[in-house]
């Protein structure tokens, strides 16, 4: 213990020695743990952006179809089970939402222009809290009941289409014997998304009209659940596979927009890979630091050793300053980053280039998202690896012939 | 009994394309209580051997002992131990630790060996005072003269009361006063503690302190006197 509290205070002592180089490296690890929080942070927030976006743009977070949907959504596989099977089916699973939903592909024309579209046949107050849709209405109303007989569009499709609020389109589809179905709606809502496409490839319409203008009777094509964390959907999506198979399948959301999934593991991969770089570079300051106040002190170090201190204390005595030196850079580096990330707390606009973003998927606004785990990952990573780093200047200084170090010029 | 006793030392070193004998069969034996002075020009052995009885340097063949250790095959951990334990050094440079203040330089063995702290600061203050330098333990060596940094030096080699201080030209680089009182506190210590005392010297003045002188030329012992003008047998 003794031994520990003069290694110690050595440590800190000799740290504060040449303290400009100190201040000069500490600044350094600010800086640097500043960039690898506050970069992850808005890496993060986009991330979680896009999967929020992604997942509000109705696959929830868990889904149900006909085994065969996913091949071929269209209404030839219908869920094969009834409304009331379903509900008996899931009487124990308890979502923060459910909604059933009829999704198939569609064309919408007016009296200019036709487009291909996907058609969602939907329940409004199921879907509240997990359609986006509702609380994007920039026109007009969003549908009020399941058998609501207008439609919804996109303020992009109504450009293509070149319709407007309280016009009439078409829409027209299959039903189950291949025979067109289909109606003409009056435009009740008009909505603006985050992304573009989902303006332009999306139209809602009541679920009960779905049903009654493709022949189905109460089956539906879709049935979409609502967990309380997107990265935490085992617990739901587990119960519902034991629900609902083998008659249907069930995907969580990561499977069913494969892109959103592979983007979050990739986000954190690539924060990995961020903080290890930006340590590298560090690492080289870090490292020749403590190589110059070893070399700066040999003779010191050659006279303890030769007092009787063991080269393991030495050794330590190393690896302390330099750990001293990232704690108290890794203090003031997440200071910077909390500091930075609070007050933008409301989002950065890079409109400048929101095609750009939302090409690859992400919002034009950018709202940094500071995690503890990502905060915990730069900390454990800049200290694990300064440990490794010191370690080699620390050998080095333990393993000096005390005569040879003592006479050192 | 023997502080010190080396059987036939050996040492070689390599200096560009020659060898050259650091300690030439050199058989030496030091009583516990001595007041010894190695006394040779540069490149004598002297601080050789002296290294050598203070583990630091390893002979390339023949015995040391320290007390009733035997020290020349001790490993790395138990010289450092060894010497932690039994013997005080003074350097030539002053050599205290510049981030420390005196009394801490001075309490810096005592706290490595585990002694408590009020133990350590009893220990230090007391011997701050017998060095003559009370009421300076809070000042760092940077802020002391030569003399004073060389007592402190003394001060912690002794606070520890080990059995053997060896001192590497501890006169070397001061002036003849403060020489004299350094000279004079280390007789005092080996007479009142009768602490050991091997210093490796070619100051004259030094010498005229010890009780015996052990002279060396070219790795060799070459005369073996005490204060008596007696020639001291089983050297060689």
Known sequence: MNTLRIVFTLAWRNLWRNHRRTLIMIAAVSVGVWAMIFMTAIMRGMVNEMVRDGISVLPGHVQAHNPDFRDDPTINNLIPLSEAELSERLQDIEPVALATRVRVPAVVSSEYESRALTLFGIDPAAESELTFVEGDITEGRFLESPDDRGVVIGRKMADNLDTKLGKRIVLMSQDPDNEIADRGFRVVGIFEANLEVHEETMAFIGKQTAQSMLRIGDRVTEVAFLGTDYRDVEGLYRSVQQALEPELRVQPWYELDGYLGTMLSVMDGFVLVWVIVIFLALSFGLVNTLVMAVFERIREIGMMLALGMRPAAILGQIVIESLLLLFIGLIIGNLLAWASVVPLADGIDVSVVAQGMEDFGASSVLYPQLELDDMVLANITVLALGFLASLSPAWRASRYEPIEAITKT | ?236
């Not at chain 2, 300690?23 to 030496?28: A, E, I």
């Not at chain 2, 250790?69 to 002053?94: C, E, P, T, W």
């Not at chain 2, 701050?128 to 003269?145: F, I, N, W």
């Open chain 2, 1 to 236: 009994m023997a502080a010190v006793k080396c059987i036939d030392l050996c040492k070689t070193y390599r200096q560009g394309d020659q060898d050259i004998m650091g300690l030439d069969h050199v058989n030496l034996e030091i009583k516990e209580g001595g007041f010894v002075c190695l006394s040779a020009p540069s490149g004598g052995g002297k601080t050789t051997l002296l290294n050598a009885i203070g583990g630091l340097d390893r002979p390339d063949s023949g015995e040391i002992w320290v007390g009733e250790q035997r020290i020349d095959n001790l490993s790395k951990g138990d010289l450092a131990q060894m010497r932690l334990h039994n013997i005080g050094f003074v350097f030539q440079a002053y050599n205290l630790i510049p981030v420390l203040t005196a009394q801490e330089n001075v309490e810096f063995v005592m706290q490595v060996q585990g002694l408590s702290k009020a133990e350590r600061a009893e220990k230090s203050l007391a011997i701050l005072e017998e060095v003559g330098l009370g009421g300076l333990g809070d000042r760092r060596p940077a802020q002391m003269s030569g003399g004073q940094q060389q007592r402190v030096a003394v001060a912690r080699a002794i606070a520890s009361r080990p059995a053997m201080v060896l001192a590497d030209e501890p006169t070397a680089n001061l002036d003849s006063h403060t020489a004299e009182k350094l000279m004079e506190l280390f007789v005092e210590l080996n007479e009142h503690h009768s602490t050991t005392f091997v210093i490796a010297t070619h100051d004259q003045r030094v010498m005229g302190y010890c009780k015996r002188i052990i002279k060396m030329l070219d790795g060799k012992i070459v005369d073996d006197i005490d204060q008596t003008g007696t020639r001291v047998t089983g050297s060689a």
